[in-house]
């Protein structure tokens, strides 16, 4: 049986103690020495605060860590980042990664994937890198225009102030509560006539045009065309009526303004005129002569008339 010595045994235990420390600390940093990774490169312009160890993510689920952080000096705007990722995890061609400053402090790292998952980035390649644009990130760039904005809100705000202290709002606010009553009265007003008046106007309407449509059916069956025949004749014969009494009238007239006549004679012969207007003349003064002597003409007695 082999014996084995104590100070062999110290440097085995010292060996042991000496792997399972490092084994220890790569698992506090998150590094699995049990699977196999591969390297790339991510270049910053600013990587804010990343340190080595940090976790490496892809669609929010941890896929690596920070291996190494390198200073450019020859640029002086260039950190070159080298991570390290599952062996298993593809890279696209067209991939960036993103620095997220998270809410306790930390920076996180985030790939963005290219679109094309069948065009992979081989193993050592260099990727992209800047900051990602969040709603920090976003309120940082507006505080400058926000401090320009303050003094205009200042103004406004005093404006407001003075606008709301005019008694000319008030004012303004009373009539504009008054009209909204108006309107609410009216609109109950409308409601009630709607609900109880326009009922019966729709009823009525509707018995117009039951009516309209009957009498438009009993027109339609109406010989309309005989009506206005018979129309035509009576306006017809009504017109010859009158054209025989104008030449009945202007026969008349023609005769009555001839002298081939009686009639004609007697109304425009001038010596009829005065023998009628002498003959009136003479028994004008006969009926006076009556008058003033009757005795002359009618003879009265009680036994009788005497021959002369």
Not at 59 to 88: F, H, L, M, W
Request: charged share 20%; hydrophobic share 40%; aromatic share 6%.
């Amino acid at each position: 049986m082999i014996r084995i010595s104590k100070e062999v045994k110290i440097a085995l235990m010292a060996v042991v103690a000496i792997v399972l420390l490092w084994m220890g600390l790569n698992f506090l940093k998150g590094i699995n020495i049990f699977s196999s990774t591969h390297t790339y490169y991510v270049k910053f312009h600013n990587i804010q605060g990343l340190a080595v160890s940090n976790a490496v993510y892809a669609n929010g689920y941890p896929v690596g860590i920070v291996r190494d952080i390198q200073y450019d000096y020859s640029r002086t705007d260039n950190v070159v980042v080298c991570i390290e990722v599952d062996k298993a995890m593809n890279v696209p061609v067209g991939t960036t990664a993103e620095l997220e400053s998270e809410l306790m402090g930390g920076v996180k790292m985030s790939l963005v994937l290219g679109p094309n998952p069948t065009r992979n980035l081989a193993v050592g390649d260099t990727i992209i890198g800047g900051i990602h644009e969040g709603a920090m990130t976003k309120l940082e760039t507006m505080i400058p225009t926000v401090e320009k904005l303050l003094p205009k809100l200042d103004s406004i705000m005093g404006n407001l102030n003075r606008l709301t202290a005019d008694p000319a709002l008030a004012e303004m606010l009373h009539n504009t509560a008054e009209i909204t009553k108006n309107l609410k009265e009216s609109t109950d007003a409308l409601n009630t006539m709607m609900h109880s008046e326009v009922p019966g106007l729709v009823a009525k309407a509707n018995r117009i045009g039951s009516n309209l449509e009957s009498v438009s059916n009993q027109l339609a069956q109406t010989d309309i065309k005989g009506t206005v025949d018979n129309a035509n004749a009576t306006l017809a014969g009504l017109k010859q009526t009158t054209d025989n009494l104008n030449q009945t009238t202007n026969y008349l007239s023609a005769k009555l303004q001839s002298r081939d006549n009686t009639l004609g004679l007697f109304l425009n012969d001038r010596g009829v005129y005065d023998n009628l207007n002498g003959t009136l003349r003479h028994a004008d003064s006969l009926m006076i002569d009556l008058k003033a002597h009757p005795k002359r003409y009618v003879h009265f007695s009680i036994f009788g008339k005497k021959d002369k």
